[in-house]
């Protein structure tokens, strides 16, 4: 069965204390894998697209690692802005375009 | 350009009555896909709609069903709703020429309770 995990649930930081968000997933024939950014009573914001293994994007803050098993979102020198809740999701290769969504990291920055 | 939005943004229903939600897709998009995210969850796969049928869909039970107009507006309509029909319900939008579905856009979602 596809699933996608995501570690911690929730995460404090203090602006400018950098730190990961970690996604596990397990799926047949991974197509792609797809961190979004959805603040309180918003609709997901996507940030970043990865394909295959050894691939990075980087945006801002923000840089997108993935690997066979897992992805990482780096996140450097963060600011109060940066709070939100980060979902990660895949598309698996038998899909059409649906994503399966991780539960999320809900990160907390405080000045 | 307008994004993706949706309608109503807030509802209360009770149980067993029946609820419509309208999504208008982001200019230039032809594909719908529906999502349910429940409080503390993420987003869960319903079904998605493209040239008006709909081409795949998630576990969801028949009370899930929806449509999609000619000019790619969808609605989701939920019959005999139950206490754990209460979520966020999401609309996303893509052009189907990409390969992927990369760059979903969302909408903002419609917030439903059922008491």
């Known amino acids: 069965e596809d699933q996608v995990t995501q570690s911690p649930e929730a995460l404090r930081l203090q602006e400018g204390e950098s730190s990961s968000l970690n996604c596990s997933y397990t799926?047949?024939?991974?197509?792609?894998l797809f961190w979004y950014r959805q603040d309180p009573g918003k609709g997901p914001e996507f940030l970043f697209t990865l394909y295959s293994a050894g691939e990075e994007k980087e945006k801002e803050r923000l840089k997108a690692t993935l690997t066979k098993k897992e992805s990482f979102l780096h996140i450097t020198a963060p600011k109060p802005e940066d709070s939100a809740t980060y979902l990660c999701?895949?598309?698996?290769?038998?899909?059409?375009?649906?994503?399966?969504f991780g539960k999320g990291t809900k990160l907390s920055v405080k000045p | 350009d307008a994004g993706v939005t949706q309608s109503p943004t807030h509802l209360i229903k009770t149980r067993g009555q029946q609820v419509t939600l309208r999504c208008s897709p982001k200019?230039?998009?032809?594909?719908v896909s529906w999502y349910q995210q429940a409080l503390g969850q993420g987003p869960q796969f319903i079904f998605q709609?493209?040239?008006?049928?709909?081409?795949q869909r998630g576990n969801f039970p028949d009370r899930f069903s929806g449509h999609q107009f000619p000019n790619y507006s969808s609605e989701l309509n939920v019959n005999a709703l139950l206490l754990g029909d209460s979520a966020l319900y999401l609309c996303?939008?893509?052009?189907?020429?990409?390969?992927?579905?990369?760059?979903?856009?969302f909408g903002s979602g419609t917030q439903l309770s059922v008491l």
């Open positions: 200019s230039g998009h032809d594909t």
């Open positions: 996303a939008s893509s052009p189907r020429t990409h390969a992927t579905n990369e760059k979903l856009f």
């Open positions: 999701a895949v598309q698996a290769g038998g899909s059409q375009g649906n994503l399966i």
């Open positions: 709609y493209y040239e008006e049928e709909e081409r």
């Open positions: 799926v047949s024939g991974l197509r792609g």
